[in-house]
């Protein structure tokens, strides 16, 4: 059975920093594409990062300079960097493996997501 | 950035009724495109992928169709358990998802 488990959330203020970590099992871990993906509250999704088996990364332009995704093949342990948060950055956070021949991928395992709240 | 547009953004409809959704993009994303129930407070669950493949366990009243820039999600007789809000995401280019579709109990 395919688990993923998210951590690391929280309250934090603006221009403040938090690294999520998810936790995978139940798959290959070292041959697996991962993403994170966020949810605002009462919104609709948006692709945050992405991480090929090799470590090669993408992420969204919203998040570049401020953001890094990484793994740990070892730990089979996904990871999100998030430095100089906004107030926009407010959200739910799901790992997820990303599937399919092809650029990208659909995602067909998630997380229960972990909320980050960015506040003063 | 590619866009998706769903609609309509809220579809009300009786069980057992049938459900048409539709997802449009901005250009083409040739097949790439999935499909996503989410219940509140839950993670999304993929439904299709590659337009018209249902993932597993996904129960055949579900089905997806279309290619290029206009896409279909059908749910041919509704069960109490399909009212949710459906997402579209195309991954023909960085990643996006549509504003999503809530169907909900007439």
């Known amino acids: 059975q395919v688990q993923l488990v998210e951590s690391g959330g929280g309250l934090v203020k603006p221009g403040g920093s938090l690294r999520l970590s998810c936790v995978i099992s139940?798959?290959?871990?070292?041959?697996?594409?991962l993403t994170w993906i966020r949810q605002a509250p009462g919104k609709g999704l948006e692709w945050v990062s992405y991480?090929?088996?090799?470590?090669?990364?993408t992420c969204a332009d919203s998040v570049k300079g401020r953001f890094t995704i990484s793994r740990d093949n070892a730990k089979n342990s996904l990871y999100l960097q998030m430095d100089s948060l906004r107030v926009e950055d407010t959200a739910v956070y799901y790992c997820?493996?990303?599937?399919?021949?092809?650029?990208?991928?659909?995602?067909?395992?998630w997380g229960q997501g972990t909320l980050v709240t960015v506040s003063s | 950035e590619i866009v998706l547009t769903q609609s309509p953004v809220t579809l009300s409809l009786s069980p057992g009724e049938r459900a048409t959704l539709s997802c449009r993009a901005s250009q083409s994303v040739g097949s790439y495109l999935a499909w996503y129930q989410q219940k509140a407070g839950q993670a999304p669950r993929l439904l299709i992928y590659d337009a018209s493949n249902r993932a597993t366990g996904i129960p055949a009243r579900f089905s997806g169709s279309g290619s290029g820039t206009d896409f279909t999600l059908t749910i041919s007789s509704l069960e109490p358990e399909d009212f949710a809000v459906y997402y579209c995401q195309q991954r023909s280019n960085w990643p996006t998802f549509g504003g999503g579709t809530k169907v909900e109990i007439k």
């Open positions: 139940g798959l290959s871990f070292s041959d697996t594409y």
């Open positions: 991480i090929s088996p090799a470590g090669g990364t």
């Open positions: 997820a493996r990303a599937s399919g021949s092809g650029p990208y991928g659909h995602t067909d395992h």
